[in-house]
């Protein structure tokens, strides 16, 4: 309904490329709000009230069906839907069913999402969980709004690190690494020399990550290897020549240095060390050149731990170099913080302190890990309260809203009205008009808004949102408005609004990568 608006007020303003419709917090200033006035006050050098009665009063003459009132205050637009024409989203919900919420804002461009990407140096910790879980349901929305998504993780199986998990698989004066899975590994006895100790190590750590994100619900379409697909086929070499060639690089004090200070980072940085050894940014440059010159991606996004904010702009950089500057976008996401007992658990994959998916999805199942990684903004702190994921009440925001799908299909059971069709000539949907009914219509029809908000925001924390909003508005419908009785046509009416409801639910829930269960 909010494209409907923004539709409306681009045709009578086709200058104003900023036009920003939202839900307003308190429903008497309407169920949409718009702040163009105060945009076309600045231009116009006039009151941001006057600009916003003018708008409304336009908005008015062209008589738009579906908007029962248009009406200035406070400098802003606001907009009350029509009660019929909310009724009748219903039927609409009901005929596109798993479709509900698709868009093709997206027109079909070949877009990549790049996370986890954790170095197989040790098996993935709750904190790469959490990139996990932002970065594949970012690629479901996506994919829901008509991109042709690539899911790609990228290992780092080359280069010192790998050198240094040999040391420590051996055990010598050069190990780093610590923890039980380096001796579950079983290597020590079988390789002397470090290099090639370090080689088999990340070859079966490997294997453990990926068993590990198939668990965690992630299915990648590409394992991308630094060492097979960049370093093996020279593509670092490649880049070093390509950035020569461009009169992007200089040679300085025995290195070679990237012009990164042309391209908005505080300084110029290496891409060949004095031993003549590449830095991490020079793969990462022959990486990103393959995604956009190689591999043709139109838009890529990078999702990384917070503890890579260092190499954002210097990756930025490069990419800006390419031309590709505004088709790139990194998502830093915070740290994940286990709470145990009200303690929070200090985690390091060097000395062997850490907490790993695995452990945590065998104490709190795969719902409720993606759900409570999902709940606030990536670039906030995450504390991951256990003894909340584990509990089986309302307090527990998960089975809250599992709850709710389950009970509305429960009362479609007891309805015993088999084969029931919901269409307007057997539907009397004026009959849902109390204020409990028409507050879940909105509701569900805010779904569709913000399936596509986010997929050019990336806003993901809006979904969990989305979801415990909707539980909360039906359990609140179903506390005051009785759905089973003796009337017959109101029983059909609030039937389709509970199915409806349901509908948008399980849509939510499986976007986020969550079972929607039928019975608990």
């Known amino acids: 309904m ?18 920003r419709v939202e839900v307003p917090q308190e429903k008497n200033y309407g169920d949409y709000a718009c702040n163009l006035a105060f945009v076309m006050a600045k231009k116009l050098k006039k009151n941001p009230t006057e600009v916003a009665k003018d708008i409304a009063t336009k908005i008015i003459a062209g008589k738009p069906e579906f908007l029962e009132k248009v009406e200035a205050k406070a400098g802003f637009v606001n907009f009350h839907l029509k009660s019929d024409h909310l009724q009748q989203q219903i039927l609409k919900i009901i005929d596109l069913k798993d479709k509900y919420g698709q868009n093709n804002s997206g027109q079909n461009q070949k877009i990549q999402v790049e996370f986890v990407s954790a170095n197989p140096t040790g098996p993935l910790t709750i904190g790469n969980a959490r990139g996990g879980v932002i970065g594949d349901v970012l690629a479901s929305v996506l994919t829901n709004s008509g991109y042709r998504v690539c899911r790609e993780y990228y290992f780092n199986d080359a280069g010192g690190q790998i050198d240094v998990l040999g040391h420590s698989v051996l055990k010598d004066d050069l190990a780093e690494y610590k923890g039980d899975y380096i001796d579950k590994l ?11 100790a370090g080689i088999k190590a990340a070859q079966k750590i490997i294997l453990q990550i990926k068993k590990t994100c198939t668990d965690l619900g992630i ?4 394992w991308f290897a630094e060492g097979k697909d960049l370093r093996e086929k020279d593509k670092v070499i490649f880049i070093i020549n390509w950035l020569k060639k461009k009169n992007l690089s200089y040679e300085k004090d025995g290195a070679i240095w990237f012009k990164s200070k042309q391209f908005g980072d505080d300084k ?14 020079a793969v990462d440059c022959a990486y990103h050149y393959n995604k956009f010159m190689e591999r043709k991606f139109e838009r890529v996004i990078d ?19 390419l031309g590709f500057a505004d088709k790139f976008k990194i998502i830093l996401h915070q740290f994940v913080q286990i709470v145990k007992d009200k303690k929070p658990v200090r985690m390091s994959k060097r000395s062997g302190n850490y907490i790993l998916v695995d452990e945590v999805l065998k104490e709190v199942g795969l719902d409720v890990l993606r759900f409570f990684m999902l709940q606030y903004s990536a670039n906030a702190h995450l504390n991951f309260d256990l003894k909340l994921a584990k509990e089986r009440s309302k307090k527990n925001p998960v089975f809250y809203i599992q709850y709710a799908h389950a009970r509305i299909n429960s009362i479609i059971a007891k309805s015993k009205i088999e084969n029931l069709e919901f269409k307007s000539t057997n539907l009397n949907l004026k009959l849902l008009k109390n204020k409990e009914e028409i507050n879940l219509i909105k509701k569900l029809i805010q779904y569709p808004d913000i399936v596509l908000q986010t997929s050019q925001d990336f806003q993901v924390q809006r979904l969990p949102i989305c979801a415990i909003e909707l539980a909360d508005t039906f359990h609140n419908f179903y506390e005051k408005c009785q759905v089973i009785s003796n009337n017959n046509e109101e029983t059909k009416a609030r039937l389709a609004l509970v199915t409806a409801c349901q509908i948008v639910l ?9 079972s929607a269960p039928r019975k608990m």
């Open 303 to 321: 999702v990384w731990g917070a503890d890579h904010h260092g190499d954002m702009k210097r990756v930025e950089g490069f990419v800006k170099a």
């Open 506 to 514: 399980k849509n939510c829930l499986e976007l986020m990568g969550i």
């Open 268 to 281: 110029d940085r290496v891409l060949i060390k004095k031993d003549q050894n590449p830095t991490y940014f």
């Open 186 to 196: 079983n290597l020590e006895n079988q390789e002397k020399d470090y290099r090639q």
């Open 219 to 222: 299915n990648f379409d590409v």
């Open 2 to 19: 909010k494209k409907n608006i923004i539709e409306l007020l681009e045709k009578l303003y086709p200058e104003e490329k900023s036009i």
